[in-house]
């Protein structure tokens, strides 16, 4: 009985965390949501156009609690879905292609020519980036 009781506990918890049928396997090949399509975002932020900046740029959480009308500079991973939706994410979830993950700026005004992009099954993005706009609220 002694010996029983953790194999019992063990598979009780490899079952947990069983697909739930074998026409519904877990796979990296699932397709993932895309960057704009069904994804709200934080705030948008609109590029500036004409307008450079350099230096540290800011989160996007702190992006998100300012309220000047001037154009920021913003940090975080860029992405592009495959019908042109835009994001600028706090972080990349782990998966294949990458998701964004965090808080994240619907992106409006970008022109992506000007960004060197990594590219997997029609979802485009950048690891890190830094872009000039103004915030605005809502998604």
């Known amino acids: 009985m002694r010996r029983t009781l953790p194999i019992l506990v063990i ?3 490899l079952s947990a965390c069983a697909p739930t ?3 519904d396997p877990i796979t990296d090949d699932d397709p993932q949501p ?3 399509s069904g994804t709200s975002a934080d705030g948008v932020l609109v590029i500036e156009d004409g307008s450079t ?3 540290p740029g800011i989160s996007i959480t702190d992006a998100l609690e300012f309220t000047a009308a001037e154009p920021v500079l913003v940090n975080g991973a860029l992405f592009i879905d495959p019908d042109g939706g835009v994001l600028l994410c706090d972080g990349i979830a782990e998966s294949f292609p990458p998701q964004c993950g965090g808080v994240r700026l619907e ?3 970008l022109d992506p020519a000007g960004q060197l992009l990594e590219e997997a099954n029609g979802v485009r993005w950048a690891e890190s980036v830094q872009l000039l706009g103004r915030i605005e ?3």
């Open 53 to 55: 900046a350099s230096g």
């Open 137 to 139: 609220a809502g998604g």
């Open 11 to 13: 598979a009780l918890v």
């Open 21 to 23: 049928s074998a026409e």
């Open 107 to 109: 992106v409006r005004g």
């Open 34 to 36: 895309s960057a704009g």
